[in-house]
């Protein structure tokens, strides 16, 4: 198995533009999450779907924070308009029963 | 209140001694899990160890251990024979199963440096 898939590694963007994070969980994995990791807050949960379902957003800082996930395979967490505040790292992550599996996480940079 | 505390900002540890990261966890719930993840420098999460609120024996893997008190809610990870690949970020984490979905807590983080 692959493990989970996560892309890009590292993105640098202007304050101002739209941001896409990606995330391919591992196949049959039921729970996926979503975390930032900076060095003030260390991890949050931002949100984390259950059959591809929103079950808490509650992390979500703001409006500018949207997630989706369209099928098992595939899930997006997306910043418009970004700000350099959001600079850290995103990790997705898949489980299934007591089992979690971290992407490689996405470097986040705005500048 | 911090649900997972890590007390321990930073350590040192020589090569080839055991160390203990401290980790307390605040819950009500009768049915949660512990882990520890550690993080090397390059970033990845790697999982270390799990153990079950209602386990009967403190859970090993390889040179790690977890030192399970429940009645004092800690769950402290040992790690024997110190390597210099051990140094990284360590963190605890826990889920609670009846009160909080599927989700996990993450304690702020121990660094831990092994010494040469």
């Known amino acids: 198995d692959a493990g989970v898939i996560q892309s890009p590694r590292h993105e640098v963007t202007e304050m101002g533009q739209e941001v896409t994070l990606r995330c391919k969980p591992i196949?049959?994995?039921?729970?996926l999450f979503w975390y930032r990791q900076t060095m003030m807050r260390g991890l949050e949960l931002l949100i984390y779907?259950?059959?591809?379902?929103?079950?808490?957003d509650s992390g979500m800082p703001e409006d500018r924070f949207s997630a989706k996930m369209p099928n098992a395979s595939f899930s997006t967490l997306k910043i418009q308009p970004s700000e350099p505040r959001d600079s850290a790292v995103y990790f997705c992550?898949?489980?299934?029963?007591?089992?979690?599996?971290f992407g490689s996480g996405t470097r986040l940079t705005v500048v | 209140a911090q649900k997972i505390t890590q007390t321990q900002p930073g350590m040192f540890v020589q090569e080839k001694e055991a160390v203990t990261l401290d980790c307390t966890y605040d819950?009500?719930?009768?049915?949660?899990?512990l882990f520890w993840y550690k993080q090397p420098s390059s970033g990845e999460m790697i999982f270390l160890i799990y153990?079950?609120?209602?386990?009967?024996q403190n859970a090993t893997e390889g040179r790690y251990s977890l030192n399970f008190q429940k009645a004092r809610k800690s769950a402290n990870l040992v790690i024997s024979a110190s390597q210099l690949g051990d140094s990284a970020m360590y963190f605890c984490?826990?889920?609670?199963?009846?009160?909080?979905?599927?989700?996990?807590?993450f304690g702020g983080g121990t660094r831990l440096m092994v010494k040469p």
């Open positions: 992550a898949s489980s299934l029963l007591r089992g979690y599996t």
């Open positions: 153990q079950g609120s209602y386990d009967q």
């Open positions: 984490a826990m889920r609670e199963e009846n009160n909080a979905g599927n989700m996990l807590t």
């Open positions: 819950t009500s719930d009768p049915s949660y899990g």
């Open positions: 196949s049959g994995h039921d729970y």
């Open positions: 779907f259950n059959n591809n379902v929103p079950i808490d």
